[in-house]
């Protein structure tokens, strides 16, 4: 997507649903996950490598759009645990501000858990607007497991990362037809 736009063409998402089957088991999961975040990860670090490039033949939407879409999550999943564990921190007292920090500080670190706690609403709605919208009805009481599913894309985007570094040319496989469900 991103080679075609910066050839001047225009792509765009044809409204499917597809229906193959996922992996079942956590580590067909992670494995796929990890692919694929790892494949985000190496085309983000391709066509970042001359960002003024990029900008010129994407433009300013098409630039942001791969920030966005490509560059944001797999970083989101990366820094979220340690975001996670700074708030609990402060939540349990187990980490304390000293009180003569600039006022400023304490602006963003109430921005950033505002930000952090509208972001968990945000996914839940945006997860029940797709059960709904799709009428799978059954999946609703799921929906209070998400969370959990972020933790598994953090674990996933970790071993993205280094695979990335230590073996950038090895692609995980996902294991398929374990399941009798029929869709």
């Known amino acids: 997507g991103i080679r075609i736009a910066q050839a001047g063409w225009k ?7 597809t229906m193959e089957e996922c992996p079942i088991e956590l580590g067909s999961w992670i494995r796929q996950r990890s692919r694929w ?5 190496q085309t983000y670090f391709v066509h970042m490598r001359n ?4 900008y010129k033949k994407c433009g300013l939407s098409g630039f942001m759009g ?21 708030w609990l921190c402060f939540m349990f007292g187990i980490l304390r501000v000293p009180p003569d920090m600039p006022s400023w500080f304490f602006g963003v670190i109430n921005f950033s858990i505002g930000i952090l706690i509208i972001g968990v609403f945000l996914q839940i709605f945006y997860a029940l607007m797709s059960i709904s919208y799709r009428k799978w009805d059954k999946m609703l009481p799921y929906v209070i497991f ?6 598994l894309h953090s674990i996933a985007s970790f071993k993205a990362l280094w695979q990335l ?15 009798e469900i029929e869709v």
């Open 146 to 151: 998400y969370p959990f599913y972020w933790i």
């Open 51 to 54: 960002p003024m490039k990029l």
């Open 37 to 41: 975040i790892k494949g985000h990860m």
């Open 165 to 179: 570094i230590t073996k950038p040319h090895y692609w995980e496989k996902t294991d398929h037809g374990h399941t």
């Open 66 to 86: 791969f920030q966005f879409f490509l560059g944001a999550p797999a970083l989101i999943f990366l820094i979220s645990p340690i975001m996670w564990g700074l």
């Open 11 to 17: 792509s765009t998402i044809i409204n499917s649903t």
